[in-house]
């Protein structure tokens, strides 16, 4: 995953949590720590894609859309740590091969 992906990953798994208003309300109330979490740039992104909705009108911030790109990020995530896991597999795989054949 890249740095784009795990910024709006983040972004989205937090702001799913919440309905609008609870957003709104923590935006408001602890602005530095709603921008740690999810910073503006990636907001008004979010916003532009229509990911996120912000108003008092809707039940949730992140749309439906918006969950639809946070499993597909889940999903890369997931990919490249079973990626990981696999090569480490392979690597354990080759040093115990090589011990029972004696290299080492």
Request: no cysteine; proline share 1%; net charge positive.
């Amino acid at each position: 995953m890249n740095k784009i992906d795990k910024k709006w990953y983040k972004s989205l798994r937090f702001l799913s949590r919440f309905t609008s208003y609870e957003v709104l309300e923590f935006k408001n109330k602890h602005t530095k720590q709603y921008h740690k979490k999810v910073p503006i740039d990636v907001e008004n992104t979010l916003r532009q894609f229509g990911y996120l909705l912000l108003n008092g009108n809707h039940t949730q911030a992140v749309t439906q859309s918006g969950l639809q790109q946070l499993r597909d990020l889940e999903d890369i995530r997931r990919k490249d740590l079973t990626l990981i896991s696999s090569v480490i597999a392979i690597v354990i795989s080759i040093v115990a091969l090589a011990k029972s054949f004696g290299w080492f």
